[in-house]
């Protein structure tokens, strides 16, 4: 199994940002796909979660309708995006996946097996 995230930037800010996940050598249907973000000098927190096979999705508790993730089961993508980017969204950006996750375990890293290899946000003023 392969991710790869992308789509990260130097972007202004109050600008928009969409992240693509895409993946190889799975089918992904029973898999939680997820967005972590690492800051620099802070550790990697929970940004956002979806239930592949099923849709559901989920997001960190600092999220305020600012980020919604997506996916295209046809093309086996999940995206991010981020409206009105902030100061404070400046990161790096990873997308990881895990199988048959419980719903309470989806912002918890260690329960991710694979991980893409990180895109970096820059939010500038």
């Known amino acids: 199994v392969q991710l790869q995230a992308s789509g990260g930037g130097l972007v202004q800010l109050g600008g928009l940002r969409r992240l693509p996940c895409s993946a190889s050598?799975?089918?992904?249907?029973?898999?939680?796909v997820a967005w972590f973000r690492q800051a620099p000098g802070k550790a990697r927190e929970f940004v956002s979660a979806?239930?592949?096979?099923?849709?559901?999705?989920y997001y960190g508790d600092f999220v305020k309708g600012r980020f919604t993730i997506s996916r295209d089961n046809d093309k086996k993508m999940v995206w991010l995006q981020i409206d009105s980017l902030q100061p404070e969204d400046t990161a790096v950006y990873y997308c990881?996946?895990?199988?048959?996750?419980?719903?309470?375990?989806?912002?918890?890293?260690?329960?991710?097996?694979?991980w893409g290899q990180g895109t970096e946000v820059t939010v500038s003023s």
């Open positions: 979806v239930k592949y096979g099923i849709g559901t999705t």
């Open positions: 050598g799975c089918t992904f249907i029973n898999d939680t």
């Open positions: 990881g996946a895990g199988s048959f996750l419980h719903d309470y375990d989806n912002g918890t890293e260690r329960y991710y097996n694979f």
